[in-house]
DNA sequence: AAATACCTGTAGCGCTCTGG
DNA sequence: CCAGAGCGCTACAGGTATTT
């Protein structure tokens, strides 16, 4: 078989910056510039030595690939790599990505339930960590993801309506009423009058990997199986209790920055109000209550 | 349905506070 | 001023969402 002899040259540092340059002008965020810049320069590595590279090298990375990473990562890898041979004009060259076999039923022992999510926040508030309860209660009403909550500034809470900027486009998260009194007193117990409400001792918007260890070093005191805990599984149980509830896949898509759907829909005609009492019907705000001790 | 773009889970490390 | 806890950045793997 004959196998195409188009060449290029060999990936240099300045050809990734080059292409660094290429993916913020095409507007890519810059976790994709990061992760592709990444994943370019692990290729070129494979390459180290010679001048130039073929379809040939491109077959034999993604061969090497599929022996050491998952399906899902081989694939994301040779996105980068087909990008940046767009980037440098050899299209010609892009490998084919693999097929993915669709997950049919959510793994059933990674589902948090209601239940759970009580128990994390009251043992939040018996082990005094009134944030990180906060922060929970906050992403369940909500349904917003982790990296959102820094977002959240008491001036927004005090709106009612939380906005996330995403690189021009916006999508507004609603705060019910109950939420929005509970985060105002925190605030005001902690001092916070303006600004980001979810801080550090440093007076820095929390990272989302910080609220991801503080959600796990809960499990053992709340008697919840360690690996159901972490942040986006309080978005997928806002998410199911919500359409359990209300039916409602277009709202439920709006609410949840979905643009699949209709983007637009959240500003039109009832921006808000009109979920806001679904919401609040979702009774996921966590009673205050008393104490007892983990063994 | 497949490809692409983006985001989260998770571990580790090094810096920086804070209490003694 | 030191030890240890806390913080938060970084990196990588892999999942999720959106576009084609």
Redesign the pocket.
């Given at each position: 078989m004959e196998i195409s002899r188009r060449e290029i040259g060999s990936i240099t540092e300045s050809d990734i910056e080059a292409f660094k340059v290429y993916l913020y002008e095409?507007?890519?965020?810059?976790?994709?510039i990061?992760?592709y810049t990444?994943d370019v320069r692990?290729f070129s590595e494979t390459i180290e030595g010679r001048d130039t590279f073929d379809k040939q090298e491109l077959l034999e990375y993604k061969r090497e690939l599929i022996g050491g990473?998952?399906?899902?990562?081989v694939?994301?890898m040779?996105?980068a790599v087909?990008?940046y041979l767009e980037f440098v004009g050899a299209p010609d060259l892009?490998v084919?990505?693999?097929?993915?076999q669709?997950?049919l039923f959510l793994d059933e022992n990674k589902e948090l339930t209601r239940k759970d999510y009580l128990k994390l926040v009251a043992a939040a508030r018996r082990l005094r960590r009134p944030q990180i309860a906060m922060i929970m209660e906050t992403l369940a009403t909500t349904g917003a993801?982790?990296?959102?909550v820094r977002s959240f500034t008491v001036e927004m809470v005090r709106r009612g309506t939380v906005d996330i900027v995403?690189?021009g486009k916006e999508r507004t998260i609603i705060i019910t009423n109950d939420l929005r009194s509970k985060v105002l007193a925190y605030a005001e117990e902690k001092g916070i009058s303006t600004g980001e409400i979810f801080?550090?001792?440093?007076g820095?918007a929390?990272?989302?990997?910080?609220i991801?260890k503080e959600m796990?070093a809960l499990a053992c005191e709340a008697g919840v199986d360690a690996?159901k805990i972490?942040?986006?599984?309080l978005r997928h149980l806002f998410a199911r209790t919500f359409y359990r509830l209300t039916k409602n896949l277009a709202g439920l898509?709006d609410i949840?920055?979905?643009?699949?759907i209709s983007a637009t829909r959240i500003y039109t005609a009832s921006p808000g109000s009109s979920f806001k009492k679904d919401i609040s019907r979702l009774d996921l705000m966590a009673p205050d209550s008393g104490a007892q001790s983990c063994a």
């Amino acid at each position: 078989m004959e196998i195409s002899r188009r060449e290029i040259g060999s990936i240099t540092e300045s050809d990734i910056e080059a292409f660094k340059v290429y993916l913020y002008e095409q507007e890519r965020s810059d976790a994709t510039i990061e992760k592709y810049t990444r994943d370019v320069r692990k290729f070129s590595e494979t390459i180290e030595g010679r001048d130039t590279f073929d379809k040939q090298e491109l077959l034999e990375y993604k061969r090497e690939l599929i022996g050491g990473y998952k399906t899902s990562s081989v694939n994301s890898m040779l996105a980068a790599v087909n990008c940046y041979l767009e980037f440098v004009g050899a299209p010609d060259l892009k490998v084919k990505s693999l097929k993915v076999q669709k997950k049919l039923f959510l793994d059933e022992n990674k589902e948090l339930t209601r239940k759970d999510y009580l128990k994390l926040v009251a043992a939040a508030r018996r082990l005094r960590r009134p944030q990180i309860a906060m922060i929970m209660e906050t992403l369940a009403t909500t349904g917003a993801r982790v990296s959102e909550v820094r977002s959240f500034t008491v001036e927004m809470v005090r709106r009612g309506t939380v906005d996330i900027v995403n690189k021009g486009k916006e999508r507004t998260i609603i705060i019910t009423n109950d939420l929005r009194s509970k985060v105002l007193a925190y605030a005001e117990e902690k001092g916070i009058s303006t600004g980001e409400i979810f801080v550090t001792r440093n007076g820095r918007a929390i990272d989302r990997s910080g609220i991801w260890k503080e959600m796990k070093a809960l499990a053992c005191e709340a008697g919840v199986d360690a690996n159901k805990i972490y942040p986006h599984n309080l978005r997928h149980l806002f998410a199911r209790t919500f359409y359990r509830l209300t039916k409602n896949l277009a709202g439920l898509a709006d609410i949840l920055g979905h643009s699949s759907i209709s983007a637009t829909r959240i500003y039109t005609a009832s921006p808000g109000s009109s979920f806001k009492k679904d919401i609040s019907r979702l009774d996921l705000m966590a009673p205050d209550s008393g104490a007892q001790s983990c063994a």
